[in-house]
Each structure stands twice: as structure tokens, then as C-alpha cells.
DNA sequence: CGATGACTTGAGGGAATTCAACCGTCGTGG
DNA sequence: CCACGACGGTTGAATTCCCTCAAGTCATCG
């Protein structure tokens, strides 16, 4: 039998010592619901630009992020990329319409996730409406998320792209407990600009635009934003 | 006490006579479901560009399209507008996380539609699983929808999203039954112009284009495909 | 039949892209 | 120890695709 997975990378989940149960769904079970989840589900590590799954494959499994952040992301034939989101701990990985995944996820720095078999999940989820109803508010939220990205995709200058995207990730990352100054960005600006619908050039220098006009200043790993009240200004205009 | 809908525009649902049920949400209700549903539901009619709802409203209803077709936006305070989808026959708007409508709807032509208070609904999917898992599935297909579209305004150019959005747009009718040789185009120029991140201007250029080139004819209400599959490969590529 | 609204067409401009060079950091091996 | 290439990021100049502004066409309707 051959492992696809090596033993040192998976391990057995230990739900009721897990970090971001709140933030997750799981937060929608009981000890009893967590202990046959905790049965079914894996712990599985992946390091930096490793691929959690692939658009096209077969989607044999479901993730919970509990760790790290991803990438999530459609190509197109001629290798254009358009990133989707980006995955944080407590986000579920797993709402999707057909037996293929839609789109293709990898680590941006060291990630976790909890992982389910796909029929396992479905089992599961079926005897228990409190979860699903849980399952539904997460796809509602995406739902909301992808939404507001529709907007910001087709009617935003690069500008006011650049500053919601700071604010929006700035208000993830509190959300999931970090408040510290300084933003984090572990993605590139690669990743960033695919994001946005723009060139990373564009990104770069509407950056540095605005660390010349002392909105924020850019350090290693992010951005400390100067003045937050001027950056909701440009992302909600 | 005041009615806010008038008499001759809401009706009681016959849901066992319902042309769309196959396609909708309550394609997972039984006889006994069924007659539940028709009980809190009520049918009502909107004329042409009638707002069904409106963001930031606070959202006591969700809705189930009948007949006819609405568009879906989102507004910037200055007026922008992105369309964010077409709803037709069978779509269901009411999946939302938060208590009031974060995007607004109105009738292109002449539309129908099933509402329910979105109390009695919470309610009545709360104990039936199956039709939760049904309301889940159309989350779902939403989501990949909108991922997608997100990758048509963050990445194709111009004549990409117009000739994407005829093929998805032609798709989606066949889905519902609709396999006119003629694909209808009841919204206007500008409603797709705001659905692909476009001015109406390149919309009625590329349009025009199309038409020069022979992959299509423009006629009233619509448009004929001469070359699908020239406007298939556009759309991948 | 003039007015109105939806759409088309043309000319010119501009925001963001493309192309290209450059900078700083980091890990590697001579 | 430092030369070196690789890589991520920044900056500059030229280009282009789409937008803006403006006018014109066509069908509908009071």
C-alpha cells in the first residue's frame, strides 16, 4: 500500500487542544460531535509554496486551516493567475459544487490543516444540522467576501485597490487575535497584485506612494500603517 | 395596520404547480415539505426595474426567482456600480451571513418571485437536513460562480469577459431550459458593461467587433451566435 | 413629430501595463 | 571571507488598452 502521505508530516488530531476551534467550524460541536471528528480528521503540515491541492484534481478531501496562511487561486491556459483569497486559521476549505476542486491552494509560509476525506465530512455533516447550519454560515461569509473582491475587482482604481486590501487584511488578521502595529504580509507582491487584478509594479509603487505621503511605512513582512483613517477613507470611497 | 404589499401583487405559492421547482431549492421537499413551504411562502410580482430589496436594508426576506430575471449590485458612494450577478428562474437569493442585505437586487424585466420571511425560513430549514444540504449546494455553485467572475475581472481583457459572458450567459439559459438558437440579452448595455468591469462604450465596440468578424449577430434583445466555438476559445483562453 | 432613452461611433487622453534596468539580501561555494 | 547568482522588490521610460468626452443614430412614445 503506498502512503501518500509520510508518517513524520500527518499526525492524529487533538481537537479538544486545538488553538482555533472558536474561529472554525468546529466550534459548532459538542465533546461528543468533537471526539468522532477528532477520529476522522488528520493533521497535516505543508512548508512554505508547498500545494495543499490542485484546480482539476479530484477533491478526496476537505481542510480546516489551523496554522500558517494560503493561497487560494485560479489559472488561466496562458498562465495568468488570479488569487481567489487568502486561507487564515479557522478558514474552511471545502464549500464547493462539483467533485473537482475549482481552484488550486499552497502555502505561502508554514501551514497546518486539519484534514477530512471528503465522503467522511459529508457523512458526518449529515446526521448533525447545528454543523451544517455552521457549514452554511461559512460559505455565506465567502460568499460576502467574493462579493466585495467583484467590486474592488471591476470598479476600483489601484489605488483605492491597494488600501482596501490593507484594511481588509488588517481587520482579518485582528479577527483571527493578531492586533499588533505592524500588518503582517507574508504573501509577495506577486501575490498581492494578482490579488488585485494589477501588475506587481503597480503594487510596488502605489506602496511606495503611499509611504512618501506617510500613510504607512513599509518594513519586512509588512506594513505599519501611519495614518489608518486616511487608508478607510481611500477603501471606502 | 399597513400593508406594505399590495393585494393584487402577492399571492398564496401553489408550490405543487411551481414551473421551476426542479431547478430551485425546494426540489428537496417532499408532499408533506411542500405544503409546508407553500404555507409561509408568498408569490409576488415586480415590473421591470423595480427593486426587489436594497443594501443595507435589513433583510427579513429571501427570496426565490421564479420568472423573469434581476440583476445584483453593489454601489461605491460615488455612484459606481458592479453588477455582481443575473439571478434567473430557480436561483435563490438568500444566503447571507449577516442581517441585512449586503448587495441590492432589481427587476431587469418583468419578475416573480417566492418570498419568505427569512425568520419562518431559518426555522424551517432547521429541521430538515436535506434541505439544508440543498440551500448548501447552491451556496456553493454561488461561490464558484463569483470565483470565477473574479478571475474574468482581475485578469481577461476586454474582448475575453464580453465573449465569456456571451458562453456563460447562453449556459446558463440552456440550464433553464432555454436553447434558442438567439441568446436573449434582457439586461442592457450597461448592466453588462457593469457586470464585466467594462464601460458601455467597449461592450457596444466589442459587440460591434464580433459582428464585423462574423462570430455573431447582434438583433433586438439579444444576439446570434454564428461561430460558438470561436467564442468558446476566447472565453478559455 | 419632437422628445426621450438605449445604443453606437469617433477622437483624444490617461491610468495601468509592458519592457528594462537596477538594488538589496541571502545562501552557496570557491 | 567574499564573489556570485538567484530572488524579491523597486524604479524609470515607453506603450497600450480602455476610458472619457462628444456627437450621432435609431426606435419608441406621448
Redesign the interface.
Known amino acids: 500500500m503506498i502512503r501518500t502521505i509520510s508518517p513524520n508530516r500527518a499526525s492524529f488530531g487533538r481537537c479538544s487542544a486545538c488553538t482555533v476551534r472558536s474561529l472554525s467550524i468546529c466550534n459548532a460541536l459538542d465533546q461528543a460531535d468533537l471526539a468522532e471528528f477528532e477520529r476522522i480528521s488528520r493533521h497535516i503540515h505543508f512548508a512554505p509554496n508547498e500545494a495543499l491541492f490542485t484546480a482539476g484534481q479530484i477533491a478526496r478531501s476537505v481542510h480546516s486551516l489551523t496554522a500558517g496562511v494560503a493561497r487560494l487561486y ?1 489559472l ?3 498562465g ?3 488569487v ?1 483569497g487568502f486561507a487564515l486559521p479557522g478558514d474552511f476549505l471545502g ?4 467533485d473537482r476542486y ?2 488550486s491552494a499552497d502555502a505561502i509560509d508554514s501551514v497546518t490543516v486539519c484534514r477530512l476525506s471528503r465522503e467522511a465530512f459529508t457523512h458526518f ?3 448533525r ?1 447545528h454543523f ?2 455552521r ?3 461559512f ?6 467576501l ?6 474592488l ?4 482604481t489601484a489605488e483605492e485597490k491597494v488600501a482596501s486590501f490593507l484594511v481588509g487584511w488588517r481587520q482579518r488578521l485582528a479577527q483571527i487575535g493578531d492586533e499588533r502595529q505592524t500588518i503582517a504580509l507574508p504573501m509577495s507582491r506577486q501575490d498581492i497584485a ?1 490579488y ?2 494589477l501588475t506587481i509594479e503597480t503594487v510596488s509603487r502605489t506602496l511606495t506612494r503611499f509611504e512618501r505621503e506617510k500613510m504607512l511605512i513599509i518594513v519586512a513582512g509588512g506594513v505599519r500603517l501611519l495614518d489608518p483613517s486616511r487608508a478607510a477613507a481611500m477603501a ?2
Open positions: 485560479k488561466l491556459p496562458d495568468r493567475r488570479q481567489i464549500v464547493a459544487p462539483s475549482s481552484f455533516i449529515e446526521q444540522s451544517l447550519m457549514i452554511n454560515e460559505a455565506a461569509r465567502e460568499l460576502k467574493a462579493q466585495e473582491q467583484m467590486l475587482l471591476g470598479r476600483r494578482d488585485l487584478g471606502a470611497a
